[in-house]
């Protein structure tokens, strides 16, 4: 009786185990495959990032459908798939740019441990987030696949991270390859391929890395951006309205610096407001330069 009780408890056993090797049950390569994000992502981005498809190169390396993903230029909108790339773009080498060649940020009111995004509203118009449909793909090159992963935002979508840092576009960017957003407010800055700020973590000494001159109040289109040091023209004369700098910078009323001058710093969403509106003709970067000339000389 024992014996025949034995025979069936071996047989139970040895179908239960056939069955859970059927259905993939000791097989970890699929989660393996999917890639997670794990590594420097938090619990909540590795949890997210298991929905979606990790895979290394281009877009255009991997067949993805043209006209599709962050390839259409449509920022803040869920894509099917995102690109992330290390690159440079003007001074920032390395920095992290999209499919189309678009550079893209981090913000220091964010946190990266755990993952959250503070841009909302408002803010994610001027910096719309990279955010990716669930069951999208996310193809890396040059970014190392432990150092991404997605958090969910206020809104409910899910955003992309780098080391953590939920990563965005700037809209004043209008080409593949512009910088205008390093380090406006002294918050923003291009995001390296680990997470980091590209370009180091402030501004140069004396000066500002970046400016951004918006035609329109409250920081309208179009816009230009300048970069750099000592002395530059303004592409567009006496049109600003509005303005974002890293640091301080100095604003002029003629070209080549001269005419009346004054030292900004942040934001000036109406340049009326200290008397600028509509003539700065050029901008100067290193205020240890030259000493600001009184208004008038």
Do not use: H
Not at 45 to 65: I, V, Y
Not at 244 to 265: F, H, L, M, P
């Amino acid at each position: 009786m024992n014996t025949q009780r034995f025979g069936m408890i071996t047989a139970v056993t040895a179908a239960a185990a056939l069955l859970l090797t059927a259905c993939g049950g000791t097989d970890d390569k699929g989660a393996a495959g999917t890639g997670t994000g794990q590594g420097t992502a938090t619990g909540a981005e590795r949890s997210a990032a298991s929905e979606f498809d990790f895979l290394s190169g281009t877009a255009k390396q991997n067949k993805a459908q043209p006209k599709t993903g962050d390839w259409a230029n449509a920022p803040g909108k869920p894509q099917k798939w995102v690109q992330l790339s290390a690159a440079r773009a003007g001074a920032l080498d390395p920095v992290v740019v999209n499919g189309a060649g678009f550079t893209l940020y981090r913000f220091d009111n964010d946190t990266a441990n755990p993952s959250k995004s503070t841009c909302n509203d408002a803010c994610a118009t001027t910096w719309p987030p990279v955010v990716v449909a669930p069951g999208g793909r996310i193809f890396i090159d040059g970014v190392k696949k432990s150092d991404v992963g997605v958090v969910k935002r206020d809104d409910g979508n899910l955003q992309v991270t780098i080391g953590g840092w939920p990563v965005y576009r700037f809209s004043k960017d209008l080409r593949p390859g512009d910088t205008n957003g390093q380090g406006v407010g002294g918050t923003w800055f291009g995001v390296t391929p680990n997470g980091k700020k590209a370009g180091g973590a402030t501004a140069p000494s004396g000066g500002s890395s970046s400016i951004t001159l918006s035609d329109e109040k409250n920081f309208g289109d179009p816009s230009e951006g300048l970069a750099g040091s000592g002395c530059q023209n303004v592409g567009r004369d006496n049109r600003a309205s509005s303005l974002q700098a890293s640091g301080t910078v100095k604003i002029w009323t003629e070209k080549d610096c001269k005419g009346t001058s004054k030292s900004v710093n942040g934001t000036i969403a109406d340049l009326a407001s200290i008397g600028f509106d509509d003539t700065i003709s050029s901008v100067r970067f290193g205020l240890s330069a030259r000493r600001e000339r009184p208004p008038g000389s």
